[in-house]
T-cell receptor, first 118, second 113 residues
Framework: GAVVSQHPSWVICKSGTSVKIECRSL??????MFWYRQFPKQSLMLMAT?????????EQGVEKDKFLINHASLTLSTLTVTSAHPEDSSFYIC??????????????FGPGTRLTVL | AQSVTQLDSQVPVFEEAPVELRCNYS??????LFWYVQYPNQGLQLLLK??????LVKGINGFEAEFNKSQTSFHLRKPSVHISDTAEYFC???????????FGTGTRLTIIP
């Protein structure tokens, strides 16, 4: 299967600062990338879907101005948490797939990034 | 709306014993079903998936799952576990026509030597 990396693996920041998380598909071209958030003891929740070269599609309740997603190439997507607050502390996970919009195609997941906002 | 329930947050099992991890879902339409495994410090990996056809699905590492429509379940089984099976297991569902994955809260499988 595909190898997906995330950087950083963990980050601690002060409230009010912005944090950028990278998701890279190392060995294949990812047409579609997904961003999930996982709170402790809870399931993964889809935040947004991005296709290379187009704007991301956000799930209901996710603030697009707060969680900026850029999918500029077939191997890189970034999630920027702007003006982070303690309630944004969570585990952020990306996944990739080769087919555009094919949610049920096999998704390859990154190892996740743990964000702690003080 | 759909939901996935994994009732067991933790399951300890002795090595070489059988294991069943339970997953129930709710949906008003037909569904696709998935089991993912997450080993420590790694991303989720697909174990197996049910899209259509035979209700008994075989996956990697000796795991299998059976889709039971009447009971809205998709339990994961393995007849004999190994230490290397220690991981977090996630069940997920996607509705026909709205094929975004909805995940359960996960079950941590711990193998006891």
């Amino acid at each position: 299967g595909a190898v997906v990396s995330q950087h950083p693996s963990w980050v601690i920041c002060k409230s009010g600062t912005s944090v950028k998380i990278e998701c890279r598909s190392l060995d294949f071209q990812a047409t579609t990338m997904f961003w999930y958030r996982q709170f402790p003891k809870q399931s993964l929740m889809l935040m947004a879907t991005s296709n290379e070269g187009s704007k991301a599609t956000y799930e209901q309740g996710v603030e697009k101005d707060k969680f900026l997603i850029n999918h500029a190439s077939l191997t890189l997507s970034t999630l920027t948490v702007t003006s982070a607050h303690p309630e944004d502390s969570s585990f952020y996970i990306c996944s990739v797939t080769e087919e555009a919009g094919a949610y049920t195609d096999t998704q390859y997941f990154g190892p996740g990034t743990r964000l702690t906002v003080l | 709306a759909q939901s996935v329930t994994q009732l067991d947050s933790q399951v300890p099992v002795f090595e070489e014993a059988p294991v069943e991890l339970r997953c129930n879902y709710s949906s008003s339409v037909s569904v696709y079903l998935f089991w993912y495994v997450q080993y420590p410090n790694q991303g989720l990996q697909l174990l197996l998936k049910y899209l259509s056809g035979s209700t008994l699905v075989k996956g990697i590492n000796g795991f299998e799952a059976e889709f039971n429509k009447s009971q809205t379940s998709f339990h994961l089984r393995k007849p004999s576990v190994h230490i290397s099976d220690t991981a977090e297991y996630f069940c997920a569902v996607a509705d026909f026509g709205n094929e975004k994955l909805t995940f359960g809260t996960g079950t941590r499988l711990t193998i006891i030597p």
